[in-house]
């Protein structure tokens, strides 16, 4: 029986990072957490993890907080501290790895990233993708589209009154995944890295358009949810310049991703967010003003 292997994960106290952790800990591997809050990851010290306390613009922490593992999980996101830092802070962490000499670094990316779309979280992803393969660390580049998980966090309010409202055309399917999957993807890499060095994976589960999705959540939440279309025009002042070029790049390019081709070949079946909506506390009363 193989010795458990000793992954540090990124962003763990996040909800894609958690899922890595988790996946992780289930499979009887050991977890370094690193995050610059370490009262913020209780839950997974309490599960078993090993909490490390670095931050991503200080590279020594980072080498430190590698020391001794097999694997690197790493991601990094523009959200917080703009596109410029997710490049930095991307490209910190691979270098970091190089010089750590870990065996296996998983990055996760996004869908998109792989085409010169112009959306800027997705130029910045292949910005640092390049460097990785530049590096030549032994990798693997995971990247999932839109996480199920959206409809349940940032886009609950106006869900809850009884509005999901994009600027996506009625028409256009969106892709997405559970992050319990990426979580599964990425524990897979680690432990079977013959299968997986050097992969380039797209990861999704389901594809809907949003006024699908508006039904389903219909019948999970037992009010009505109605889609709103978004005009472009109107675009980057409800959700940001960025995203409104993501969601422009989605209606007009889009993804396309073999999903039974994709469960076929790693052999783990996707989440449909229909189970996500089973598995979660959709069924909450509207707030007043919600249509009906």
């Known amino acids: 029986m193989a010795l458990p292997k000793t992954i540090l994960v990124t962003g763990a106290t996040g909800k894609q990072g958690s899922a890595v952790a988790q996946a992780l800990l289930r499979r009887g591997q050991r977890v370094r957490a690193l995050t610059r809050h370490p009262e913020a990851a209780g839950a997974l010290a309490a599960a078993g993890?090993?909490?490390?306390?670095?931050?991503?613009?200080?590279?020594a922490s980072l080498e430190a907080a590698m020391r001794g593992c097999?694997?690197?999980?790493?991601?990094?996101?523009?959200f917080e501290a703009g596109m410029g830092a997710e490049?930095?802070?991307?490209?910190?962490?691979?270098?970091?790895?190089?010089?750590?000499?870990?065996?296996?670094?998983?990055?996760?990316?996004?869908?998109?990233?792989?085409?010169?779309?112009?959306?800027?979280?997705?130029?910045?992803?292949?910005?640092?993708?390049?460097?990785?393969?530049?590096?030549?660390?032994?990798?693997?580049?995971?990247?999932?589209?839109?996480?199920m998980e959206n409809f349940g966090t940032w886009l609950l309010p106006g869900i809850r009154m009884g509005s999901l409202a994009a600027p996506l055309w009625p028409q256009t399917v969106m892709h997405m995944v559970c992050l319990r999957d990426i979580g599964e993807f990425a524990a897979m890499a680690f432990l079977d890295p013959e299968r997986f060095l050097n992969r380039e994976i797209t990861l999704a589960g389901d594809a809907l358009t949003f006024?699908?999705?508006?039904?389903?959540l219909s019948k999970a939440m037992g009010h009505s949810v109605y889609f709103r279309h978004i005009p472009d025009s109107?675009?980057?002042?409800?959700?940001?310049?960025?995203?409104?070029?993501?969601?422009?790049?989605i209606n007009q390019v889009g993804q396309d991703v073999d999903i039974h081709a994709l469960e076929q070949t790693y052999g783990l079946r996707m989440t449909r967010f229909s189970e996500v909506l089973a598995n979660e506390a959709w069924a909450q009363p509207p707030l007043v003003g919600g249509r009906s």
């Open 49 to 59: 993890a090993e909490i490390a306390r670095g931050d991503f613009d200080d590279r």
């Open 70 to 78: 097999q694997g690197v999980f790493a991601m990094s996101t523009p």
């Open 87 to 147: 490049v930095r802070q991307g490209l910190q962490l691979a270098l970091a790895a190089k010089i750590a000499d870990v065996r296996h670094f998983v990055y996760a990316s996004a869908a998109g990233a792989e085409r010169h779309s112009g959306v800027p979280h997705f130029e910045t992803k292949r910005r640092v993708e390049r460097r990785v393969q530049e590096l030549a660390l032994p990798w693997t580049i995971l990247r999932p589209v839109w996480f």
């Open 211 to 216: 006024p699908q999705v508006a039904e389903m």
């Open 234 to 249: 109107g675009a980057e002042k409800a959700v940001g310049p960025d995203m409104a070029l993501m969601y422009r790049w």
